[in-house]
């Protein structure tokens, strides 16, 4: 497994993630024993959102595991939120309130890391940048970061804000490629060059801000996974089973090696509810595609490399 040093080190992240926005399908039992297969298996970030279930994924998992200082300590906290029904909120009031809910759910004091989850249009910069510093300030947010933000967003927040945002969460899989596409295909008439992020993925690395990619594995918004589907995905599936074929993982470690070989060292959430996926997920956490593979894989998902 690989780990992520940031902050100067005071901050080790696995670059494999639980996703545990589905884990209210599973019971409690098999709440605890998924979340223990991913702790053996080096992860030690798990992924959250107050609106995950209606708050019944967090509170699911501070039960299911008897959430206690000890095994607190060994875990790497994150929630998100700002998203009401039907509407956007980054105000200060909601903020905060929030975070209380996400604490009393999971069973803990502090958030390791606290992100907005979708821009709100409205959000007025300095107050939303206070709502963060607060939180900092009284102990129970300890790092920052936003999810599915550009960056013009992301510098107007920053500009507020005295901490540094850390994370980006953004939709990436090799079946969803609008962040790198664009760049592939610089100054031309194709629908490919049109940028749909403005360059968030540079903009990132520019700025040390860890894109962290959910659905890994779906295609389009929440359509299923691409893994599998022979009937749009043909060549993509095929490339992915000579490759595991290759390196000896399955077409889920292929997957998730096509995001964490990108030099962006982007971090993968695994929305599975299988302990076996998780697994499989993590054999592609440091798996060295060649570039001819990875370009190929992206191709076989029907991009273009003009
Ligand atoms: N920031 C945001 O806006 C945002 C949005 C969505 C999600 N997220 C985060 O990202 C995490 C991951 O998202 P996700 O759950 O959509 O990701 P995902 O891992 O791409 O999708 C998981 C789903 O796909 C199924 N699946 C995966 N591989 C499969 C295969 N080979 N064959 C059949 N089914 C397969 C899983 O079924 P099984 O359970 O049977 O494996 C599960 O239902 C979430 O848990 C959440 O933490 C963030």
Same mark, same amino acid.
């Given at each position: 497994?690989?780990?992520?040093?940031?902050?100067?080190?005071?901050?080790?992240?696995?670059?494999?993630?639980?996703?545990?926005?589905?884990?209210?399908?599973?019971?409690?039992?098999?709440?605890?024993?998924?979340?223990?297969?991913?702790?053996?298996?080096?992860?030690?970030?798990?992924?959250?959102?107050?609106?995950?279930?209606?708050?019944?994924?967090?509170?699911?998992?501070?039960?299911?595991?008897?959430?206690?200082?000890?095994?607190?300590?060994?875990?790497?906290?994150?929630?998100?939120?700002?998203?009401?029904?039907?509407?956007?909120?980054?105000?200060?009031?909601?903020?905060?309130?929030?975070?209380?809910?996400? $604490? /009393? @759910?999971?069973?803990?004091?502090? =958030?390791?890391?606290?992100? *907005?989850?979708?821009?709100? !249009?409205?959000?007025?910069?300095?107050?939303?940048?206070?709502?963060?510093?607060?939180?900092?300030?009284?102990?129970?947010?300890?790092?920052?970061?936003?999810?599915?933000?550009?960056?013009?967003?992301?510098?107007? $927040? /920053? @500009?507020?804000?005295?901490?540094? =945002?850390?994370?980006?969460? *953004?939709?990436?899989?090799? !079946?969803?490629?609008?962040?790198?596409?664009?760049?592939?295909?610089?100054?031309?008439?194709?629908?490919?060059?049109?940028?749909?992020?403005?360059?968030?993925?540079?903009?990132?690395?520019?700025?040390?801000?860890?894109? /962290?990619?959910?659905?890994?594995?779906?295609?389009?918004?929440?359509?299923?996974?691409?893994?599998?589907?022979?009937?749009?995905?043909?060549?993509?599936?095929?490339?992915?089973?000579?490759?595991?074929?290759?390196?000896?993982?399955?077409?889920?470690?292929?997957?998730?090696?096509?995001?964490?070989?990108?030099?962006?060292?982007?971090?993968?959430?695994?929305?599975?509810?299988?302990?076996?996926?998780?697994?499989?997920?993590?054999?592609?956490?440091?798996?060295?595609?060649?570039?001819?593979?990875?370009?190929?894989?992206?191709?076989?998902?029907?991009?273009?490399?003009?």
């Amino acid at each position: 497994m690989k780990y992520l040093e940031l902050d100067s080190g005071k901050l080790r992240v696995s670059n494999i993630v639980l996703g545990c926005m589905r884990i209210n399908n599973l019971d409690e039992a098999g709440v605890e024993k998924h979340v223990r297969t991913a702790m053996e298996a080096g992860i030690n970030l798990f992924d959250h959102a107050d609106i995950y279930g209606g708050g019944e994924c967090e509170e699911l998992f501070a039960r299911a595991l008897h959430m206690n200082s000890s095994l607190r300590e060994k875990m790497v906290l994150q929630s998100k939120c700002g998203i009401r029904p039907g509407y956007y909120d980054f105000s200060k009031e909601h903020i905060l309130e929030s975070v209380d809910g996400i $604490l /009393q @759910r999971l069973h803990t004091d502090y =958030l390791d890391i606290l992100l *907005l989850h979708r821009p709100d !249009a409205l959000m007025e910069p300095e107050e939303t940048a206070e709502a963060l510093q607060s939180l900092f300030d009284s102990g129970k947010v300890r790092y920052f970061g936003v999810s599915n933000h550009n960056p013009a967003q992301l510098k107007l $927040l /920053q @500009r507020a804000f005295g901490q540094k =945002l850390l994370f980006n969460q *953004l939709q990436v899989s090799v !079946a969803h490629t609008p962040l790198v596409d664009s760049g592939m295909a610089v100054n031309m008439f194709i629908d490919q060059s049109i940028d749909r992020t403005g360059s968030t993925l540079e903009y990132c690395r520019l700025n040390d801000i860890t894109i /962290q990619a959910w659905s890994p594995f779906q295609k389009g918004f929440f359509e299923g996974p691409f893994l599998g589907d022979m009937e749009k995905y043909p060549e993509l599936n095929r490339k992915c089973e000579e490759l595991a074929e290759k390196y000896n993982v399955t077409p889920t470690g292929i997957a998730v090696a096509w995001l964490t070989r990108h030099p962006a060292n982007m971090q993968v959430i695994l929305g599975t509810t299988k302990d076996s996926r998780i697994l499989e997920g993590c054999a592609g956490s440091e798996l060295p595609l060649t570039r001819e593979e990875w370009y190929g894989l992206y191709k076989a998902a029907g991009n273009m490399i003009p």
